[in-house]
């Protein structure tokens, strides 16, 4: 949209200096609020990824987690969330992923005689465990 507020502002016929200039202006802080909006959703994503959740060793087996990233990852790019949703669900899906390479395709926990964390009890029941 930016750009075409630029291109607007530099072929618009009949248009007067001054309305090119607020053009230039709509154009440019435009391109300010997308760079501030990509930073925040870099910083969620880097946040939600270095998330750890340690009882998940526990109570997940590594086929387990790996299913669990793929689905946060599919509700990631799921058209209804927001860009903060999909940033946090995709970091999330990455520190699954890396948990799960961390325990390593062997790891195989027996579940838990206790009540299972959120993490645990969505990862179980998403394979009918």
Not at 39 to 51: T, Y
Not at 95 to 120: H, Q
């Amino acid at each position: 949209m930016a750009r075409n507020l630029e291109i607007r502002a530099a072929t618009g016929e009949g248009l007067s200096d001054e309305k090119r200039t607020e053009l230039r202006r709509a154009a440019n802080n435009l391109l300010a609020l997308n760079k501030m909006e990509e930073a925040k959703h870099r910083q969620i994503f880097e946040e939600a990824s270095e998330v750890c959740w340690p009882e998940v060793r526990g109570e997940l087996g590594y086929r387990h987690m790996v299913h669990l990233a793929d689905v946060f990852e599919g509700w990631a790019f799921d058209s209804r969330m927001s860009p903060g949703w999909t940033a946090k669900l995709a970091g999330w899906a990455g520190s699954m992923r890396t948990l799960a390479e961390e325990v390593g395709p062997d790891w195989d926990p027996p579940k838990p005689e206790r009540g299972l964390s959120l993490i645990g009890f969505i990862g179980r029941n998403l394979m009918d465990e």
